[in-house]
C-alpha cells in the first residue's frame, strides 16, 4: 500500500546524493562508491515499478542491474588499483593526462 | 498512510541520511561503513516492496561482497585514514548538479504522478516467479550477462597482475 | 583608288609615258629601301641600286618629255589622301612642261653624281648610307616638282631639307661638319614656317576647300579673294624659297654647307634643292602675280641684293668650294631677280635654272676631282694642274665658260634671256645684272686660272681621277654646250614651248643686249687674267682694305646672326628651360614623390592600427576563447561527468515536456 512517488522520491534522492558524490569526491574508492549508490537507485525505481506493473521483469532487471554492478566494480576496483601502482596516488585530480 | 507505509518513510529516511553522510564523510572507512548501511536500507526497502530474492540477492551480493571488495580496494590503495579534505574543488558545483538532478527528477516525477499517485499493492516477485521468468523468457540475457561476469573477472586478474616478468 | 588620268589640256595626242612621271619618283624610294636593306652584301657596297634606278628615271623623263616635244599637254592624276573637314587633300602628280624638264635636271644630275660617287666616296665608312639618303633625296625633289597639291610638295621639300642635313653632316665626327648641318638645317627651317603659314593662307583662300596648285592658281585670280590675302600668301611663300634657295638674308648656310663630300654639294647645293625655292616661285607665279605689285618689287629687292652682294663674296674666297658656293646663291638670286620680273623673266630663269644646273653641277664634281687628287680645298695649294688633270681642267673649263657667260655655251644663252627680259622696263634690275655678270666673269677666271694654270704649289703628285669619276664629268659637259641650244631664239627655242606661264612668249634675240652681255663677260674674263696671270702672291682681292675685310668677314653677317638672335636665344630660352625643369618639372615629380610617401605612411599607419589590429583582435579573441575552452579539457573525469549529468538532466526535461 505504498505510495509510488515516494518510492520514486527516495530514489531520486538517492540518485542524486550520488550525483554528488561521483562530481565532488576525490578518492577514486569513493566515486566507484557513489556510483554503486546510482545504480542502487535506479534497482529501487525498477521494482517500484515492476511492483506497479505487476509484472517480474523489472526485478529481473534489477538482478542483472545487481551482476552487472559487481562485474563493474571488480575491474573498477582494478584499475584503480593500477593507477595507484603506477601514480602513488588515486587521487583523480592528479589524474589528468588528458589535460589540455 | 499504512503501516507499510511508515516503515518505508522511516527506511527511506535512514538510508537518506547514510547516503548523504556517504559522500560528504571524512573518513574513507568511515564512508564505506555508511555505504554498508544504505546498501542494506535499500534491500530492506525491497523486502518490504515483496521483492524477496532481489532483496536477499542485494544483501547478498552487495553488503557481503561489493563492500568487502571495496575495503580491500581501500587498503590497497592506501587511503588516507583520517580527517583529510576528500572533496575537490568542484563541491559547490557539485552540489548544485546534484540539486538540479534531483530537481529534475522530482519535476518529472510529479508531472507523471501526482502526489497521492498510485498505490503499489505488491504482488510478484516469489523467487520461483523470478526463476520462470529468468530462466525461460530472458535467458539469453542471463547468458549474456554471466559472460559479462566472467569477462570481468578475467579481466580483473589480467589488470592487477604485477608486471615484473624478466 | 585613281581619280581619272585626265588631260588638261584639249588636243589630240594622247598622254603617252607623261602618265607615268610618278614612278620617276617611286624608283628611287625603292632603290633606297633595296640599298638600305641589301646594299651592305651587294658586290660594290650597294651603289648599284641608286644607279640603275637614276638610269631607269633619266630614260623614263626623257620619254615623258617626248610627250612635249610631240606638242601635248599638261597631264595630271590623283588619289585621295586624306580629308580635314571640307580640306580634302588627294596625293598626285600635275605633269607639264616644266615638270618633264625639273626631271631631266634632276635626273641628269643625280645620275651623275651617283655614278661620281662609286669613286669619289670609294672606301667611305658609310658608302652605303651615302647612297641611301641620296636616293631619298632624290626621291623627294622628284616629289616636290610633280606633285599637284601644296602639301605634298611640302612634304618632299621637309624630306630634302632633312637629306640634306643628313648628307653635309656625313662625315659628323669632326664638329666643323655636324655644325654645318645643324646650321644649314635650322637656317633653311627659319625660312620654312612662312612656307608653311603660306600654305595655309592659300587653302584658306580656298575657302578651306583644297590644297592643289591648280586650283589656287585660279583661285587667286579671281575677284572674290582679297589681294591683301594673296599678297600675304606670296610674301609667305617666298621665304620658304629665302630659307631654301639661300637668298639674302638666309645665305649663310650655303657656304658652310660645302663641308659635306663634294657629290653632296653638286646635287644638293647647286642643281637641286636650292632651285626648289626658284621652282615654287614660278610654279606659284600667279599668286605673285595677283598679289600686290609691292611683293614682286620686294622679291627682286632680295634677289638683287643676293646676287650682287654672293658674287662679291665669290671674289675672297680660297676654298674653291666656298667660291663655287657663292657663285651659287649669285645665279640663284639670278633667277630669282628675273621672276620678279614678269611672266619672261619667269620662264627665263627656269631656262637658266636648266643650265645653270649643267654646269653648276660639272663644276662641283670637277671641283670634287681636283680636291681629290690634291686632298686639300685651297686654291693657293693647287696650280698647274691642266697639265696632268687634262679630262678634269677641260671639262672645268667649259663649265666656268658657261658660268661667265660665254657664247656658245648654255650659260651664256640662259643668261642672255635674263638680261632679254629684265631689259623691258626694269633698268636696275638689268644693270646690277650686267654687274654681277662681269663680276661672275671676273671670279670664274680667278678660280680657273688659280686652280689650273702656272705652277703647282702644293703637295704630292697629284694625277686624273678613274673613269668612273671623269665619265660623269664628260657628260655634264655635253650637256653644258648643247642644250643652251634648246632656248636659243635661232633654234626656235623650243624650251619655250615646254615652260611657259599660261601661254609661250615668243622668243626673240636682242642684238644689243647680247652685245652688252658678252662684253661684260669679256671685261671679267680679261681683268681676270691680267690680274692672276702670274699667280701673284699674295693674292690681290685681299690687298683692298676695308673693302676684303668687309667680304672676308661675309658682311659680318654670320656675327650678327650668332650674337643677336642665336646666343640670346640659346640662353635665354635654355635659361627659361632650367628654371621651368627645376622648378615645374622636378616640383611635380617631387610632389608626387613626396605625396605617394605620404600616402605610404598613412596606408602604413592604417594598416598597422585598424588592419593588424582587426586580424590581431581576431587572433586574440580565438586565443581568449579558447583559454576559455580549454578548461572543458581538464582531463579531469569529474569534471567531465558534470557536463554529463547537467546534459542528461536538460535533455531529460527537454524530451518530455516539449
Known amino acids: 500500500m505504498i505510495r509510488l512517488p515516494l518510492v520514486l522520491f527516495f530514489s531520486a534522492v538517492l540518485f542524486s546524493t550520488g550525483v554528488y558524490g561521483v562530481l565532488a569526491r576525490r578518492n577514486a574508492v569513493l566515486v566507484l562508491m557513489s556510483i554503486e549508490l546510482m545504480l542502487n537507485a535506479v534497482n529501487v525505481n525498477l521494482v517500484a515499478f515492476s511492483q506497479l506493473w505487476h509484472d517480474v521483469t523489472g526485478q529481473v532487471f534489477a538482478l542483472f542491474v545487481i551482476a552487472v554492478a559487481a562485474a563493474e566494480v571488480g575491474i573498477g576496483l582494478a584499475i584503480v588499483i593500477l593507477i595507484f601502482r603506477n601514480r602513488e596516488t588515486i587521487n583523480i585530480d592528479e589524474v589528468n593526462l588528458l589535460k589540455w | ?136 523468457q530472458w535467458v539469453l540475457p542471463f547468458e549474456a550477462v554471466s559472460f559479462l561476469l566472467l569477462a570481468a573477472l578475467i579481466g580483473a586478474v589480467v589488470l592487477s597482475r604485477r608486471d615484473d616478468r624478466p | 583608288m585613281v581619280v581619272a588620268a585626265e588631260t588638261l589640256s584639249a588636243n589630240a595626242i594622247g598622254p603617252g609615258f607623261s602618265k607615268l612621271a610618278w614612278v620617276v619618283a617611286v624608283l628611287p624610294v625603292v632603290s633606297a629601301a633595296l640599298t638600305l636593306f641589301f646594299g651592305k652584301r651587294t658586290p660594290g657596297r650597294g651603289w648599284i641600286y641608286g644607279v640603275a634606278a637614276m638610269s631607269a628615271g633619266f630614260v623614263l623623263s626623257v620619254l615623258v618629255l617626248w610627250h612635249f616635244v610631240q606638242g601635248g599637254g599638261a597631264v595630271g592624276s590623283s588619289v585621295a589622301w586624306f580629308t580635314i573637314g571640307p580640306l580634302h587633300v588627294e596625293a598626285g602628280q600635275f605633269v607639264d612642261g616644266l615638270t618633264a624638264i625639273m626631271m631631266i635636271v634632276v635626273t641628269t644630275v643625280s645620275l651623275a653624281v651617283h655614278v661620281y660617287s662609286i669613286g669619289y666616296m670609294h672606301g ?11 636616293s631619298v633625296f632624290t626621291a623627294a625633289m622628284l616629289n616636290v616638282v610633280i606633285a599637284d597639291n601644296l602639301i605634298q610638295l611640302l612634304v618632299g621639300w621637309e624630306v630634302m631639307g632633312l637629306c640634306s642635313y643628313l648628307l653635309i653632316g656625313h662625315w659628323w665626327e669632326e664638329r666643323i661638319n655636324s655644325n654645318a648641318a645643324i646650321k644649314a638645317f635650322i637656317v633653311t627651317r627659319v625660312g620654312d614656317v612662312p612656307f608653311l603659314f603660306g600654305i595655309f593662307v592659300l587653302i584658306a583662300a580656298t575657302g578651306f576647300h583644297s590644297a592643289n596648285i591648280q586650283q589656287v592658281g585660279e583661285l587667286v585670280g579671281g575677284a572674290d579673294v582679297s589681294r591683301g590675302l594673296v599678297s600675304a600668301a606670296a610674301v609667305l611663300l617666298f621665304g620658304g624659297t629665302i630659307g631654301k634657295s639661300a637668298q639674302f638674308p638666309l645665305h649663310v648656310w650655303l657656304p658652310d654647307a660645302m663641308q659635306g663630300p663634294t657629290p653632296v654639294s653638286a646635287l644638293i647645293h647647286a642643281a637641286t634643292m636650292v632651285a626648289a625655292g626658284v621652282y615654287l616661285v614660278g610654279r606659284m607665279y600667279s599668286v605673285f602675280l595677283h598679289a600686290a605689285p609691292e611683293v614682286l618689287q620686294f622679291v627682286g629687292i632680295i634677289g638683287g641684293i643676293t646676287m650682287f652682294g654672293a658674287a662679291l663674296l665669290a671674289l675672297v674666297q680660297d676654298d674653291i668650294k666656298r667660291v663655287l658656293a657663292y657663285s651659287t646663291v649669285s645665279q640663284l638670286a639670278y633667277m630669282v631677280t628675273a621672276m620678279s620680273v614678269g611672266p619672261a623673266g619667269r620662264d627665263s630663269a627656269f631656262f637658266h635654272l636648266f643650265t645653270h644646273a649643267f654646269f653648276k653641277a660639272l663644276l662641283f664634281l670637277a671641283a670634287g676631282s681636283v680636291i681629290h687628287a690634291v686632298h686639300s680645298n685651297y686654291m693657293s695649294e693647287m696650280g698647274g694642274l691642266w697639265r696632268r688633270m687634262p679630262v678634269t681642267f677641260w671639262t672645268f673649263a667649259f663649265g666656268s665658260a658657261a658660268l661667265a657667260g660665254i657664247p656658245p655655251l648654255a650659260g651664256f644663252w640662259s643668261k642672255d634671256e635674263l638680261l632679254v627680259a629684265a631689259s623691258r622696263g626694269h633698268e636696275v634690275v638689268f644693270t646690277l645684272m650686267l654687274l654681277t655678270a662681269a663680276v661672275t666673269a671676273f671670279y670664274t677666271t680667278r678660280m680657273v686660272m688659280q686652280t689650273f694654270l702656272g705652277v703647282y704649289r702644293g703637295h704630292g703628285e697629284p694625277h686624273e681621277s678613274p673613269a668612273v669619276m671623269t665619265g660623269p664629268l664628260v657628260g655634264l659637259a655635253f650637256g653644258t654646250v648643247t642644250v643652251g641650244f634648246l632656248g636659243a631664239a635661232f633654234s626656235r627655242a623650243v624650251f619655250f614651248k615646254w615652260v611657259f606661264f599660261e601661254v609661250p612668249e615668243p622668243v626673240t634675240f636682242v642684238p644689243w643686249v647680247a652685245t652688252l652681255s658678252i662684253l661684260a663677260a669679256g671685261l671679267g674674263v680679261v681683268a681676270g687674267w691680267y690680274v692672276y696671270r702670274e699667280q701673284p702672291e699674295p693674292d690681290p682681292v685681299f690687298q683692298l682694305g676695308w673693302f676684303s675685310s668687309l667680304l672676308v668677314n661675309k658682311f659680318y653677317l654670320d656675327e650678327v646672326y650668332m650674337n643677336g638672335i642665336v646666343l640670346p636665344v640659346r640662353d635665354r630660352v635654355s635659361a627659361a628651360a632650367v628654371w621651368f625643369d627645376r622648378n615645374v618639372l622636378d616640383g611635380v615629380v617631387n610632389g608626387t614623390a613626396r605625396l605617394t610617401r605620404d600616402l605610404a605612411l598613412g596606408t602604413d599607419e592604417f594598416d598597422r592600427t585598424v588592419i593588424d589590429g582587426a586580424v590581431n583582435g581576431v587572433a586574440q579573441t580565438a586565443g581568449f576563447t579558447g583559454g576559455l575552452l580549454r578548461y572543458l579539457q581538464s582531463g579531469n573525469v569529474q569534471r567531465y561527468a558534470a557536463f554529463l549529468f547537467v546534459g542528461v538532466v536538460v535533455l531529460a526535461i527537454v524530451i518530455t515536456r516539449v
Open chain 3, 124 to 134: 667611305d665608312v658609310r658608302f652605303t648610307w651615302f647612297y641611301v639618303v641620296l
Open chain 2, 1 to 136: 498512510m499504512t503501516g507499510q507505509e511508515y516503515a518505508f518513510v522511516v527506511l527511506a529516511l535512514v538510508g537518506t541520511v547514510s547516503a548523504i553522510r556517504l559522500v560528504t564523510a571524512k573518513n574513507v572507512v568511515h564512508a564505506a561503513l555508511y555505504l554498508v548501511v544504505t546498501l542494506s536500507v535499500v534491500g530492506g526497502v525491497y523486502l518490504l516492496l515483496a521483492a524477496e530474492f532481489v532483496g536477499w540477492v542485494q544483501i547478498l551480493i552487495y553488503v557481503g561482497a561489493i563492500v568487502i571488495l571495496f575495503l580491500f580496494g581501500l587498503m590497497l590503495t592506501r587511503a588516507p585514514i583520517g580527517r583529510e579534505a576528500l572533496d575537490n574543488q568542484q563541491r559547490v558545483i557539485a552540489l548544485l548538479i546534484g540539486l538540479g538532478v534531483l530537481a529534475g527528477l522530482v519535476f518529472l516525477i510529479q508531472s507523471a504522478f501526482s502526489w497521492s499517485g498510485p498505490r503499489l499493492r505488491p504482488s510478484v516477485g516469489t523467487t520461483a516467479e523470478l526463476g520462470h521468468s529468468l530462466f525461460r
